[in-house]
């Protein structure tokens, strides 16, 4: 059979997505791979496709016994031998399944960490052949990652201990450089087939509003949008449950999801949700991975979450089906210190020793300030979010709050004229950083050494900070007034149009309106967090510790002070 073939008898697809096609194939040649790619671009595919065409078993490895279930139940019912190895199966069960393994009854075999290294699974896998070790949710394997999972460090032993070394290929939808580098160098992936696809959602909106009353700014919200589905988002069980009394009491069409509730009044509701019974899903974030729903209107996050990937991950579950979404962030300073509360109180995982889990909190705090700081950015929130994840474009995308509002379109002709200048009177081609310290007047060492302090252009625009210049370059080579080289260290170089600009032509660009919008950090409510939080009240004295302390210092944590800039 043909890969297409497979795809369109076990899956009744007629075609790929962009991507997996360079996967599968990737795979299919022998090559270990990566796949970058969002939630919902349909990773799963890219390995088990390949697992059926070749010729021993597939090993999956997944972090969730939940996840594995789902896997499994849709390959079998696609008619795929598949089964999963984990904690969920009795001594006997799990017995059976590795007698089944061996005899060669599947093809494809989701496993947990957990596992690889027992005795009994490592005799198994030394009695049958096996074609490729794929990793799904990789991150997990990064402490860079949100979610790291220490017992993922297993796979690249388990892989080691293997008589012949299959395929090794991995997933995930993080893309930040630090995780995507981990992956590749701890599962020690050789020359891998690597595709990361465009981050970029363009059919979502975002926006993010700093209402007085969250609560009243959801219901005008949602009166605003009649027969839409939408998923609202908060920050804890009890925040769930406050704004579903609100929306079940007026004669909205929700339900609700988190884990204080039963297993099955979750599978109810969600299919409640799914199946277009109810139009609204308010949930805790525990609701939505592995959730496939293409009609979801909106995403409103009553809080703000912990990071940007939780953020994307979440917003991104809007708009599966190409139609125009939204993706509102409610902000609060109240938002701020529950999550840093919940770092706070982060119990280092199994395995891991105290450096490590201090380590990872430090992280956490990290990715708090940078969700926080998209809160109160004046730049482009789509540019915001993809600069997150390491891709660089366009600084306006003309459809989100703060392009609709903060933003003014200005006369950068004469800075613009000043770069083009400078790289053209260079005597050879730099890089960006060079060119823009050039116009800017630095005095740093390597642009001294290399004569550009003599250049015509040197501090022309010395009254422009640095992110600027680096903004209106950035819409250079947008727009193609200049060029910037595909080599391990890019330069500029100019183009056609670069003469325009120089011979007087005008160049507009829309940027963020200058002033700072006026912030003004709210001190902590005098209110109990225990209230707010999905906290239980063994915590109640850490938390009255904390709470002290933020009132000592008459300030929220350092971390929300904003400077001029
Ligand atoms: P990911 O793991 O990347 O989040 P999944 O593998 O769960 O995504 O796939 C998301 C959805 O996309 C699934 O419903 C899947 O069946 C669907 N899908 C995957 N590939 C294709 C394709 N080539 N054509 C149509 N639908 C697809
Ligand atoms: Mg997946």
């Given at each position: 059979m043909t890969k297409e073939e497979v795809l369109k008898k076990y899956?009744?697809?007629?075609s790929f997505r962009a991507g997996q096609e360079i996967l599968v194939n990737g795979i299919l040649s022998g090559r270990d791979t990566l796949g970058i790619m969002p939630?919902?671009?349909?990773?799963?595919l890219c390995y088990q496709i390949p697992a059926l065409l070749m010729p021993g078993i597939t090993l999956v490895i997944s972090p969730l016994i939940s996840l594995m279930k789902d896997q499994v139940t849709a390959l079998n019912q696609a008619g795929i031998h598949a089964a999963y190895l984990n904690s969920s199966l009795t001594q006997g069960q799990y017995q059976t399944a590795l007698r089944n393994l061996i005899q060669g009854r599947y093809k494809i075999v989701y496993v947990a960490?957990?596992?690889?290294?027992t005795e009994s699974f490592l005799w198994a896998a030394s009695q049958i052949e096996i074609s490729m070790v794929s990793v799904d949710e990789?991150?997990?394997?990064?402490?860079?990652?949100q979610d790291f999972r220490p017992?993922?460090?297993?796979i690249p032993d388990f892989v080691e201990q293997l008589q012949v070394r299959p395929v090794v290929s991995a997933f995930t939808a993080t893309a930040t450089a630090e995780v995507r580098e981990d992956i590749a160098a701890i599962l020690g992936l050789q020359d891998p087939v690597t595709l990361v696809t465009g981050?970029?959602?363009?059919n979502l909106r975002f926006s993010v509003k700093q209402p007085a009353d969250k609560m009243a700014a959801t219901l005008a919200y949602i009166m605003e949008h009649p027969d839409e589905c939408g998923i609202i988002y908060c920050l804890t069980r009890k925040t769930v449950e406050e704004v579903h009394n609100a929306l079940v009491g007026r004669g909205f069409s929700a339900t609700r999801y988190h884990a204080g509730l039963s297993d099955e009044e979750r599978r109810e509701n969600q299919e409640d949700f799914i199946f277009d019974r109810k139009e609204i899903m308010v949930a805790t974030?525990?609701?939505?991975?592995?959730i496939d729903k293409s009609n979801v209107r909106y995403v409103i996050h009553y809080n703000m979450p912990k990071n940007m990937e939780s953020y994307y991950q979440e917003a991104g579950r809007a708009g599966r089906d190409g139609l125009p979404s939204e993706c509102v962030l409610f902000y609060s300073g109240q938002d701020v210190v529950t999550n840093q509360f919940f770092i706070d109180r982060m119990e280092a995982a199994e395995g891991m020793d105290e450096e490590t889990a201090a380590l990872v909190q430090e992280r956490e705090r990290e990715r708090l300030k940078k969700m926080t700081f998209y809160c109160f950015t004046n730049e482009c929130l789509r540019a915001y979010i993809l600069r997150y994840f390491g891709e660089y474009g366009?600084?306006?995308?003309?459809?989100?709050s703060n392009c609709l509002t903060q933003f003014e379109e200005k006369d950068v002709s004469e800075t613009a004229k000043n770069l083009i200048g400078c790289v053209k009177t260079a005597r050879r081609s730099y890089g960006m950083t060079l060119i823009v310290d050039t116009v800017h007047g630095s005095k740093n060492s390597r642009l001294i050494q290399v004569g550009m302090?003599?250049?015509?252009?040197?501090?022309?625009?010395?009254?422009?900070p640095i992110y600027r210049l680096r903004q209106i370059l950035n819409h250079l080579l947008v727009e193609g007034y200049l060029f910037l080289t595909d080599d391990k260290y890019p330069v500029l170089e100019l183009t056609e149009k670069s003469e325009e600009i120089l011979n007087g032509g005008t160049l507009l660009m829309k940027t963020a309106k200058e002033q700072p919008k006026k912030i003004k950090e709210k001190k902590?409510?005098?209110?109990?967090?225990a209230e707010e939080g999905?906290?239980?009240?063994?915590l109640f004295e850490k938390l009255r510790g904390l709470r002290m302390e933020l009132a000592k210092k008459d300030r929220v944590p350092p971390y929300l002070v904003f400077t001029d800039k």
């Open positions: 899956f009744g697809y007629d939630t919902g671009a349909g990773k799963s960490p957990e596992r690889l290294l990789a991150h997990c394997i990064s402490q860079w990652g017992s993922y460090l297993k981050f970029d959602r363009k974030n525990a609701f939505g991975m592995g366009d600084n306006y995308c003309g459809n989100c302090d003599q250049n015509p252009y040197y501090g022309t625009c010395e009254e422009e902590p409510k005098k209110r109990l967090l999905e906290v239980d009240y063994d």
